[in-house]
C-alpha cells in the first residue's frame, strides 16, 4: 500500500522556522520525484517545491525560493521541507506528493511535473501549517 505522510506542521509566529517531513513507503522511491504542494482557505492548490529523488533536481515556486529548502534522505525515504522567514500568506494546508520519473525523465519532471498537482501519483493527508503575525 503506497502511503505518503507528512508530519512537522503546526503554529509558528512570522518570521519563524519550521520543517515538515514526508514519510514515504510501498512504492520504489528512487523511481519518483516528491512534491509538496499547499492550499490556503479559499484558494487553489499550489506547487511550491519538489525533488527527483535519483538526482535531487529541485523545483521552487517562485513564492517560496530563497526561503524554503526541500531535500531527500533516499534511505529513510524521506522527503524534507525547510521552511524559514515564514509570513502569514504561507499558512496553508501542506500536501506531499509523488510522481513516477517515467516519461518526463529528472529535467522534465520538476519542469514539467512537479508545478501540476494533477500530474501527480500519489498523495499524503496533509499537515496544517499557521503562521501568526
Known amino acids: 500500500e503506497v502511503q505518503l505522510v507528512e508530519s512537522g506542521g503546526g503554529l509558528q509566529q512570522a518570521g519563524g522556522s519550521l520543517r515538515l517531513s514526508c514519510a514515504a513507503s510501498?512504492?520504489?522511491?528512487?523511481?519518483?520525484?516528491i512534491g509538496w504542494f499547499r492550499q490556503a482557505p479559499g484558494k487553489e492548490r499550489e506547487g511550491v517545491s519538489c525533488?527527483?529523488?535519483?538526482?535531487?533536481?529541485?523545483y521552487y515556486a517562485d513564492s517560496v525560493k530563497g526561503r524554503f529548502t526541500i531535500s531527500s534522505d533516499n534511505a529513510k525515504n524521506t522527503v524534507y521541507l525547510q521552511m524559514k522567514s515564514l509570513t502569514p500568506e504561507d499558512t496553508a494546508v501542506y500536501y506531499c506528493?509523488?510522481?513516477?520519473?517515467?516519461?518526463?525523465?529528472?529535467?522534465?519532471?520538476?519542469?514539467?511535473?512537479?508545478?501540476?498537482?494533477?500530474?501527480?501519483?500519489?498523495w499524503g493527508k496533509g499537515t496544517l501549517v499557521t503562521v501568526s503575525s
Open positions: 506528493a509523488a510522481v513516477l520519473l517515467d516519461p518526463y525523465g529528472p529535467l522534465g519532471v520538476v519542469v514539467a511535473a512537479c508545478p501540476d498537482d494533477n500530474a501527480m501519483d500519489y
Open positions: 510501498g512504492f520504489t522511491f528512487d523511481d519518483y520525484a
Open positions: 525533488i527527483s529523488s535519483s538526482d535531487g533536481m529541485t
